[in-house]
């Protein structure tokens, strides 16, 4: 893929960039080992001065950042700037809480004189430069729920962000840099994928995260693993919306549709399947699919837009596959189904929901990323967990239901990362994300993905000393 900035609403490649050669690379890894020797060294009181004037920046930059990432890949205008400022937030909240979640841990202190120490400490120190391998379809979230956790642990970081939205890549490095951090501390990479393996071997790269695809994911997996190096994936994710006859059907097909259209339908946690109960499985779907047939497709720019485009011409025609496939074994289509006639230029793709889900449909195991909800009527919670489990991924999951008997034997069963009851899934800095089976491995956010890059070091001191 080239480096360009291509509209995804008319199909126009706007800018192009060249790629880094050989030596530019190099001297970025120059100037992230040198910037980490200064950084790591920094008190918590100077990260959070410079943490917090980079929020500052963020929310002074919102309308026009988010037109950024809108015109790149596609995303409601309002959607963009909501997303710029969670990212405000974010950076304000590893401002605040940074210190305490790193605070060094005192161990039981009849554990420390039974090890014969006269005191031991549980110390947690920055690991180096990280390189982060990072997705379009959220493309200031992704990179700052890395990078704020990352910089306040004393980290140093590299972006190798999506091809397809390089300003907004150029926009973070250069916010990190107006805010004062010390130069080469956050650098953005504008690379081909095909670099990424010898920039990953570097003893420079401390640790890599990725959040994308599986098999981009098992790429980096596979090198780090041969490096030895940490690693923290987010793959993908086709996650259960289970409605149970206790449900508010009402809230549950209104937040339904915005769980599975948020960001076009590109949404790693977007619910993809929804697993409805038969008592209540007719009334939910009518109210379902009435709202997701209701939804403004257009100019991704105009406020009145509920769902602009895919982000790429591939991306719609992977779409379209996984319809058409399932169409043409039985499935139906209760809405949508095809390229809206009005908007012929761009690569859109009309909200569509399809019922009569069968096992050998493509769709079942594989993530439909975009506007599409696929529909199972189950006779009990057995078979509604059953189905719920039957993918390779096991990111997040969404349940309605007001039984406490039900919500524990959910949160029990369902195999995902999160649980979500009564609501949709969503990230917040304070909560552990991350996910099960194929969805990856790790944490990012809270106190728990903010020491995924640090050196837990245990320190013992001698009865001598």
């Known amino acids: 893929m080239a480096i360009?900035?291509?509209?995804?609403?008319?199909?126009?490649?706007?800018?192009?960039?060249?790629?880094?050669?050989?030596?530019?690379?190099?001297?970025?890894?120059?100037?992230?080992?040198?910037?980490?020797?200064?950084?790591?060294?920094?008190?918590?009181?100077?990260?959070?001065?410079?943490?917090?004037?980079?929020?500052?920046?963020?929310?002074?930059?919102?309308?026009?950042?988010?037109?950024?990432?809108?015109?790149?890949?596609?995303?409601?205008?309002?959607?963009?700037?909501?997303?710029?400022?969670?990212?405000?937030?974010?950076?304000?909240?590893?401002?605040?809480?940074?210190?305490?979640?790193?605070?060094?841990?005192?161990?039981?202190?009849?554990?420390?004189?039974?090890?014969?120490?006269?005191?031991a400490v549980v110390r947690y120190r920055p690991l180096g430069t990280v390189l982060a391998v990072m997705p379009w379809n959220f493309p200031l979230w992704q990179v700052v729920r890395f990078a704020a956790p990352a910089l306040m642990a004393g980290n140093t970081g590299l972006l190798k962000h999506a091809s397809n939205v390089p300003q907004t890549a150029l926009y973070i490095e250069e916010l990190f840099r107006r805010a004062g951090y010390p130069e080469g501390c956050f650098q953005t990479l504008l690379i081909g994928s095909g670099a990424v393996e010898e920039i990953l071997r570097d003893p420079r790269i401390a640790a890599a995260t990725l959040t994308g695809s599986e098999p981009a994911g098992r790429a980096v997996a596979a090198v780090s693993g041969d490096e030895v190096k940490k690693t923290v994936l987010e793959l993908g994710g086709s996650d259960p919306f289970l409605v149970l006859p206790s449900a508010d059907l009402d809230k549950a097909a209104r937040v339904g549709v915005t769980a599975r259209v948020q960001n076009n339908g590109q949404s790693c946690i977007a619910a993809k399947r929804f697993i409805v109960h038969e008592d209540v499985y007719d009334a939910f779907v009518e109210r379902f699919t009435s709202r997701m047939a209701a939804l403004t497709v257009?100019?991704?720019?105009?406020?009145?837009?509920?769902?602009?485009?895919?982000?790429?011409?591939?991306?719609?025609?992977?779409?379209?596959?996984?319809?058409?496939?399932?169409v043409h074994k039985g499935a139906t289509a209760l809405c949508g189904g095809q390229r809206p006639p009005q908007h012929r230029a761009g690569w859109f793709y009309e909200p569509t929901v399809l019922s009569g889900i069968t096992s050998e449909m493509r769709i079942h195991q594989e993530e439909a990323f975009g506007p599409v909800a696929t529909l199972y009527r189950v006779a009990d919670l057995d078979e509604a967990v059953r189905i719920a489990n039957d993918t390779p991924f096991g990111l997040s999951s969404n349940a309605w239901t007001r039984d406490p008997d039900e919500q524990d034997r959910l949160a029990r069963d369902l195999q995902a990362g999160g649980v979500f009851f009564n609501g949709m899934t969503a990230s917040h800095p304070g909560l552990p994300f991350g996910g099960a089976k194929r969805s990856g491995y790790g944490r990012e956010l809270s106190g728990h993905g903010m020491r995924e890059f640090c050196n837990m070091t245990t320190l013992w001191y001698g009865p001598e000393d």
């Not at 050989?22 to 970025?28: Q, V």
């Not at 920094?42 to 929020?55: G, I, N, Y």
């Not at 596609?74 to 979640?101: D, N």
């Not at 991306?315 to 996984?322: A, F, K, P």
């Open 4 to 119: 360009a900035t291509v509209n995804p609403a008319t199909g126009e490649t706007l800018k192009t960039f060249d790629a880094l050669n050989a030596g530019e690379i190099e001297d970025h890894l120059v100037r992230a080992e040198q910037a980490f020797q200064e950084h790591r060294t920094t008190s918590f009181a100077r990260r959070r001065e410079l943490l917090l004037a980079a929020a500052d920046l963020l929310d002074a930059d919102q309308d026009g950042i988010a037109r950024t990432m809108t015109t790149e890949m596609g995303k409601p205008l309002a959607q963009a700037r909501a997303e710029a400022a969670k990212c405000a937030k974010t950076m304000r909240w590893y401002a605040t809480h940074a210190e305490a979640l790193l605070a060094d841990e005192h161990p039981d202190p009849a554990d420390v004189s039974d090890s014969g120490a006269r005191r």
């Open 298 to 326: 257009g100019d991704p720019m105009d406020e009145n837009t509920d769902v602009g485009p895919l982000s790429s011409e591939q991306g719609r025609s992977d779409l379209e596959e996984l319809v058409d496939d399932a």
